[in-house]
Structure formats: C-alpha cells, structure tokens
C-alpha cells in the first residue's frame, strides 16, 4: 500500500505538473497572441495617421452622442488630422473630444447635421457642396463626403471656394459681354424663355423693349472705338 500510495503521489504530480505545463503554455500562446494584435492593431493606427495626413482634405473621425431615447443629439470629434486647423480656426486640441454642433453651430445652421446623422442611420454615404459664411470657418466653399463607421461617421472635407469662383467666372463670360458686362444674346434668350414661362403660370404678360441708338456708327468712325466704347 506504501508503494501504491507513492505511486498515486508520483501520478498526481505528474497530473499537477502536466496541467501546469498546459497553463503556461496557453499563457505563453495568449500573451504571443496579444502582442501580436497589439502590434497589427499599433501597425494600423500608424497606417491611418499616415494616410490621413497624406491626404490632401480635412479628415474628422466622429462618435455620435446619444440621449435618453437613443436618438442621435450630436457627435464627438475622436480624430483630426492636421488639414483641419487650414480649415477651422478653433484649435485642434480644443476640437478633439468636444462636440461637433458645439464648437462649429454652423453644422445645424447648414443642415450637415442632419445630413450627417442620416449617414448613421441608413448607411448610405454622403457627398455634398455649400457654401458657407462664419467666422470659424476660413472657407466660403466646401465640399464633404461622409461614411458611416460604427456608430459614428468619417467626414473627409475639402476647400472648393476657388473651383466656385472659377466657375463663377466662366459662367458670367458666356452670359455677359466682355465689353460692357451686360447680359448677352444667350442670357436674354434664357430670361426671355423664363419670363414667358412666368408669364404663363400667373396669367400675365411679358413685353420686350428694342433701343437703338442712331447715328452711333458716326461716333466710332469720328472719335474712335474709345470714345464709342465710352459712350
């Protein structure tokens, strides 16, 4: 029975050993494991910052702000990149972790807001231009595109004020003479066109007025295209 006895204690710390051995094994592997993840996921921040700061726009990572009743009252800034202060003039470290409608009220005055919020909700990306006029804000033009990320959105945001006044010009060349600025023959036949239309739809009546300046051929041909032109 003695040599039973020691041979049940030989097994059970055979047994006591071996599950310790299992133990540090699949600690050794869990801590193999999470030094691992930690450094993909160390690998993919650094990717982000990267990527985000190669960009050319403003890139905001948001977390929405939730009330009582799960409805969407506002969103958090969690990310920016550094694009950000050539487009706001609150600074970047007043700016992350605050609140979206908060620090930059002009999100609700222009709607982005709700724009932003029906991201979240439905899923489907947003891409949207308006102009914008505010003191924190250094553009007169944006252009945003927004992706639902969680329970929360991406906005990429980018300063489209010269595009816009470009195409301003462009448009104002083709329906305005370069002599004079007045509207020319394709702007008169589009307000014409939108008048008669007018006129149609609250029973009135449009009249359009023809004057010619006699003798003004004289004019050029006397005192020249300056004067002409002048005149």
């Not at 133990?23 to 996921?41: A, C, K, M, N």
């Not at 909700?121 to 231009?129: A, D």
């Amino acid at each position: 029975s003695a040599a039973n006895t020691v041979h049940i204690t030989t097994l059970g710390m055979v047994a006591v050993a071996l599950t310790a051995g299992v133990v540090l094994f699949g600690s050794l592997i869990s801590t193999l494991l999470d030094r691992r993840v930690f450094e993909q996921l160390s690998i993919d921040r650094d990717r982000l910052h990267a990527a985000a700061e190669c960009s050319m726009d403003c890139l905001y990572i948001c977390e929405a702000v939730r009330n009582q009743e799960g409805e969407i009252e506002d969103f958090t800034f969690s990310y920016l990149n550094s694009n950000v202060a050539k487009m706001v003039s609150i600074p970047l470290n007043v700016l992350l972790g605050g609140r979206m409608c908060q620090l930059l009220p002009v999100n609700r005055t222009l709607g982005l807001f709700d724009l932003y919020k029906r991201v979240v909700l439905t899923g489907q990306p947003l891409v949207h231009e308006c102009s914008v006029e505010d003191k924190d804000v250094k553009s007169s033009w944006i252009r945003v595109q927004a992706v639902k990320l969680r329970d929360g959105i991406v906005i990429t945001a980018s300063d489209i004020t010269e595009r816009k006044r470009d195409e301003e010009r462009i448009l104002h060349l083709a329906h305005h003479d370069t002599l004079t600025g007045l509207p020319n023959r394709s702007l008169l036949d589009d307000r014409i066109g939108q008048a008669i239309e007018r006129a149609k739809r609250h029973g009135s009546s449009v009249a359009v007025f023809l004057i010619d300046l006699d003798g003004f051929k004289q004019i050029n041909d006397s005192w020249g295209h300056a004067v002409g032109d002048k005149l």
